[in-house]
C-alpha cells in the first residue's frame, strides 16, 4: 500500500485514484545503464552479473564508446541476439538497445547519433515507446536532441519511456543549461521520476 502511494506522488495522482490491477506477468524488466565504457574485462563482468541477477527482458547501454560489434558474441550467449543501435562518434557517445526475442517484441523506429526511438510490445498489452538517449555534450545538438524528441513525442500518442543520460539536468539549481530540457519535458507532458 506505502508503495502504490508513492508512486501515486510521484505520478501526480489524486490518492483516491486507484492504480491499475495488472497480472503479474505484467511487469517487464528493463535495465539501463550509463556504462562509460563497455569494451573491457571489467565490464564484462559486471553486465554478466547484471543479467544474472535482474534477468532483463530488454537491455539499454549509452556511453559505450566502442562499436556494437565488438561485443556481439558476447550478449548473443547472454541471450540478447536481437538489437538496434547507434555506435559511437569517434569514442563519444553510443547507444546500444538489446532484447531477448523470446521474452519481448521491439522494433526500433527511428535511430539517431543521439537516441534510439523503439516499439516494445508482448503479447496481450499496448504497444509502448522505449527512448534510450546519450545526449551529446556539445549544447547545440543535444538543443538539435531535444527538439528531435519533442516532436517525435507530439506526433505519437502511445505511452513513451524516455530514459538515458541526457548530459543535462532537470533542476536549475544543479546545473543551469537545463533550460531546453525542462521546456521539452513540460511541453511533452513528461512525468520527471528525477532517477
Known amino acids: 500500500m506505502r508503495d502504490q502511494m508513492e508512486v501515486k506522488r510521484l505520478v501526480g495522482w489524486n490518492e483516491l485514484i486507484p492504480l491499475p490491477n ?4 505484467f511487469s517487464m524488466i528493463c535495465l539501463i545503464w550509463n556504462c562509460k565504457g563497455a569494451c573491457n574485462n ?4 559486471n553486465m554478466s552479473e547484471l543479467i544474472f541477477t535482474h534477468n532483463p527482458d530488454v537491455l539499454v547501454l549509452v556511453e559505450t564508446k566502442v562499436p556494437l560489434s565488438t561485443l556481439n558474441d558476447f550478449f548473443s550467449k547472454k541471450g ?7 555506435d559511437p562518434v569517434g569514442c563519444s557517445g553510443g547507444v546500444w538497445v538489446l532484447w531477448n526475442p523470446s521474452n519481448v517484441t521491439v ?3 527511428e535511430v539517431t547519433n543521439q537516441a534510439t526511438d523503439a516499439t516494445i ?11 534510450a538517449v546519450y545526449g551529446s555534450s556539445n549544447p547545440s545538438c543535444r538543443d538539435l536532441m531535444w527538439y528531435d524528441l519533442q516532436e517525435r513525442a507530439n506526433n505519437d500518442s502511445k505511452a513513451r519511456l524516455l530514459t538515458g ?4 539536468h532537470a533542476e536549475s539549481s544543479k546545473k543551469r543549461s537545463f533550460q531546453r530540457g525542462a521546456h521539452f519535458l513540460n511541453s511533452c507532458n513528461f512525468i520527471d521520476f528525477g532517477v
Open 22 to 25: 495488472l497480472p503479474i506477468h
Open 42 to 45: 571489467v565490464f564484462k563482468r
Open 80 to 86: 540478447f541476439t536481437t538489437n538496434s543501435f547507434s
Open 107 to 109: 522494433s526500433a523506429v
Open 121 to 131: 510490445s508482448r503479447v496481450d498489452y499496448e504497444e509502448w515507446i522505449f527512448t
Open 165 to 168: 543520460d541526457f548530459n543535462d
